[in-house]
């Protein structure tokens, strides 16, 4: 084994990725060199565990690893809610992962407490939660699990000791097209996914007040308790943003805890342009955001944030005498440990802060515009234009959803059967455009509309997309689907 | 705002964390400078968040945060159950970082995804799980919810649906010595703190089998159901390993859930000198380890196993159509996504993946073996040393903790009241340590015990440590208490 230092051998690590084109993926170069599963265990079959290999070697595995990755920071990748890293938020990581401490407590880690405190502010200031209080978690599901578990607390303190065994079933609504999150968290938690309520969507996939309102008289009246509503803002498939102003009044006239899960369409608090979308945000009581997504901030980076700031610790502590104790040199008011449910906690913190404060605000709020121009500028390309049929006439979030149609089904009567053949348009252009490398984008059906499959593109704001590149899209769907 | 590339900006933060002596601390520098909190917030006044800053700005302000963070890599860092990172595993993770994808599947993470397998695989022999299979989880406290609400599942899968309401209560027994997550995790998941039953503990720190098998059958006999015994391996203050051949006889004779909390001690399965600490876990049903610990993992890197491969997916699924669709391009098997709890996931198998890759099996087993080397070391220098005095007359994992008896305490009667001067003794000399920056270890009250402040000092893997620098610890104890 070599003795390679930790700087040398970084910049070695630096010099393999730049040199592989991963670090700033340029458009002509792949989004993907594909390979089935099966064939890359065989390319990277030097990948088994077991005996030791020399840093020459490590480095070269990590060149097929660059070379062999999905590139999330080209400009053809379009695929999910998020995409290329942030350079400043990168910044922020290269320090935390070198720096290699635990978010617990302000002991071992004083700077980044601080950085944390900085961006919940911050954040804060964004819902505008007066007295509130945050935590980074490790991702959106995990934070909407906060908001579940706080509004329990607060509703039924004891449960923390002696748990649901005897209480009536406590009920969680959240609409048709909201994040799977909240299904699974209510099955850890031990509320059951049957105690999830799915509230209908009108046609652009908003809940609807009415509906939710019967839905939660209906629960009352079998005797259950209704325990909280979670909004979506900018949900994962069609973008939709729920009513919260008209949701906040249902939920304070009955006395419901408002989450609003709006990992994906937070980010649209740094526009002032766009930022009325969430008009209403304010009136809830949690919110989880994930600048991870479209921001940029490097993955994980998530953050729960709650007006009544003083509950988290209350819900949350468990007052471990060896790591918080009471005798220390320093007013452990600064440990923010006892708010989280995990013990060590990767410092998630540090990495939004750089990329915050290297652009400010404006910068921030210019980053956002810009990508929801470049979608809005997408999908008006595409009304009208022969063979894309946008699901929704309006952009909501970044996501433009549309079918695409081939030549040989156009202008013809959309029957069953001729919805089969457009259901399989996505799996058979997905393959190509991934096979040549070209062009990653996602599809899906949307089964609680018994939609087909239909193509979800994706627009964050890094890279900033140009124009030409929405126009390529366009252009790549043309070539490739002509002759479906 | 400068336009220096992603390559030149991580270049230029590289040299500023190399200059700043943060990458690889050394021993004559300081360990920490501390400052109060509210010191340290008017130091770092230029922290705020709002307006843009320029780049040379932004690595001023990493000079800062590199120059008044904790130094884990520092070889006078003993603090916590972690410390300085493996370097082969920094290089794993600049990789994930820079590459920014998710781990849920393989179409956005197909090397990522094998890395997976094949550290996992390697973990699952490690404990001998045959058919197991595993997850990567963002730290110990989730890995320990994951045996739990997988335990749940496995004897009353209908939670999932219907939650806990109508079940008898559900208990878990767990060691009065082991961590609080389990107490954390059962709050979560709605079981309630009142349900977990701590279990009496030997004078080493390791549960008795028979005050568990006391403990299971007033449990039953209160109608309550026995759902899971945590063992630990590696307690988090003492070290302690509990006697898991014993806890399985029990739990398979009565047909409970053996989960073993690994995450401190499971490192140890690596050296074969020192794996029989752990003989019996083959016998567990579920096993969380972190080898972001005493490995040197850079944080987070934690692991969920499992014996029943088949469970994880079972209980996890939402199976949201968006991610994982059924008509993909490859076999959808690779998608790991369906077995966690969590959506979005972090990549935290790549520099596991490399750390073991560089070293090699043996490699690892050797920096085990010389990390419980050289606390065996320290632990026999301080043994009759006048004014030391261990709490455990052996070592159990590399945690060493003990009592310093200034010389005016020493040969007196052990009173209360002298018991009260000792137990000031630990956040006097920790004071005076931090603030001088020579060494940072920890203290704390073990209440179950009613044992007075004692310092407990954890050796840990990185920096590799020299009998030298654990004589300097003893030195330095001499120097700072000698006048208390």
Redesign the interface.
């Known amino acids: 084994?070599e003795q390679t230092?930790?700087?040398g051998?970084?910049?070695r690590?630096?010099e393999v990725?730049?040199k592989s084109g991963?670090?700033?993926p340029v458009e002509d170069s792949k989004v993907?060199e594909?390979?089935?599963?099966?064939d890359?265990?065989e390319i990277?079959s030097d990948?088994?565990?077991?005996?030791?290999?020399s840093?020459s070697r490590?480095l070269e595995?990590?060149e097929?690893?660059?070379k062999?990755?999905?590139?999330?920071?080209h400009p053809m990748f379009f695929?999910?809610?998020?995409g290329?890293?942030d350079?400043?938020g990168?910044?922020g990581?290269?320090?935390s992962?070198?720096?290699?401490?635990?978010a617990y407590t302000?002991?071992?880690?004083?700077?980044?407490?601080?950085?944390e405190r900085?961006?919940i502010?911050?954040s804060l200031k964004l819902v505008n939660f007066k007295d509130g209080d945050g935590i980074f978690s490790?991702?959106?599901?995990?934070s909407n699990?906060y908001g579940i578990?706080v509004s329990r607390y607060k509703k039924f303190p004891n449960?923390?000791?002696?748990?649901?065994?005897s209480?009536?079933?406590?009920v969680l609504f959240t609409s048709q097209e909201s994040?799977?999150?909240i299904?699974?968290g209510?099955?850890?938690?031990?509320?059951?996914?049957?105690?999830v309520v799915k509230v209908k969507c009108d046609d652009r996939g908003r809940m609807i007040p009415s509906e939710l309102e019967s839905a939660i008289a209906r629960a009352s009246s079998e005797g259950k308790v209704p325990l909280m509503v979670n909004c979506t803002a900018g949900s994962?498939?069609l973008g939709a943003f729920d009513p919260l102003e008209e949701v906040a009044e249902i939920c304070q006239r009955l006395g419901i805890w408002m989450h609003v899960d709006a990992c994906w369409g937070g980010t649209l608090l740094l526009s002032a342009k766009h930022r009325n979308r969430l008009a209403g945000i304010e009136k809830a009581d949690s919110v989880s955001w994930?600048p991870?997504k479209m921001l940029g901030a490097?993955?994980?980076c998530s953050l729960f944030l709650l007006k009544h700031g003083e509950l988290l610790k209350l819900c949350?502590m468990?007052g471990?005498?060896?790591?918080f104790?009471k005798?220390?040199?320093?007013?452990p008011s600064?440990d923010s440990g006892d708010k989280s449910?995990?013990?060590?906690?990767?410092?998630d913190s540090?990495k939004l802060?750089?990329l915050?404060?290297?652009?400010?605000?404006?910068?921030l709020g210019a980053l956002v515009d810009h990508a929801i121009d470049m979608s809005i500028y997408f999908l008006e390309k595409i009304k009208g234009r022969p063979g894309f049929k946008p699901v929704l006439a309006e952009y909501e979030t970044t996501n433009i959803c549309f079918w695409y149609v081939p030549p040989r089904l156009r202008d013809q009567p959309e029957t069953e059967e001729w919805w089969e053949q457009i259901h399989?348009v996505?799996?058979t252009m997905?393959?190509k455009f991934?096979e040549e490398g070209v062009l990653l984008l996602?599809?899906?059906?949307?089964?609680y509309r018994e939609l087909k499959?239909f193509f979800?593109m994706v627009v964050t704001c890094h890279p900033p997309r140009s124009k030409e590149q929405m126009d390529r899209v366009v252009e790549l769907f043309e070539k490739y689907g002509s002759e479906l």
Chains 1, 2 share one sequence.
């Open positions: 084994m230092d930790v700087q051998l970084l910049l690590v630096l990725l730049h991963a670090l700033s993907i594909f390979h089935q599963p099966q890359l265990e990277l990948f088994s565990l077991n005996e030791s290999c840093e490590l595995l990590v097929q690893t660059a062999l990755s999905v590139r999330t920071g695929n999910q809610l998020y290329g890293v350079k400043y990168l910044v990581a290269l320090v992962e070198a720096l290699n401490t635990s302000h002991e071992v880690a004083p700077v980044f407490s601080l950085s900085e961006v502010k911050a490790p991702g959106g599901s995990i699990m578990v449960v923390k000791q002696t748990g649901l065994f209480l009536p079933p406590l994040h799977y999150s299904t699974k209510a099955h850890w938690l031990g509320l059951g996914t049957d105690n994962t498939v994930n991870h490097p993955l994980q949350n468990a471990a005498t060896y790591l104790q005798d220390k040199m320093y007013d600064y449910v995990q013990c060590g906690r990767k410092v540090f802060w750089t915050w404060k290297a652009r400010g605000n404006l910068g399989k996505g799996p997905k393959k991934t996602g599809y899906q059906p949307l089964e499959n979800r």
